[in-house]
């Protein structure tokens, strides 16, 4: 499965690959500064997993059935939450 990483994620491109995904970024893809929309028809034509933080995105890939990862904020904060009680609480 290939990943297209939103704007914001560009640079996770490397972490990813580092762990064996097979990453394309929407600037790679000719769609930086592109609309939601536009982004959103091009995971789906070509068939890839976009990651984004954004929710309009996020809905629009709910809507015409694309595979897709939303970070929002509440699961930011949990990531944050987590590493901080594992490192500084005992």
């Known amino acids: 499965m290939q ?3 939103d704007e914001m994620y560009t640079g996770l491109k490397d972490y990813l690959e580092v762990l064996g995904w097979d990453v394309t970024t929407v600037q790679e893809q000719g769609l930086s500064g592109g609309k939601d929309r536009e982004v959103v028809e091009h995971a789906k034509k ?3 997993l976009l990651v984004t ?3 309009k995105p996020s809905e629009l ?10 970070i929002s904020n509440l699961i930011i904060a949990e ?7 594992l490192k500084y609480e005992s």
């Open 3 to 5: 990943i297209l990483l």
């Open 46 to 48: 070509e068939g890839l």
């Open 79 to 85: 990531i944050v939450d987590r590493q901080i009680r």
């Open 53 to 55: 933080q954004d929710q």
């Open 61 to 70: 890939c709910e809507l015409l059935g694309v595979k897709h990862v939303f």
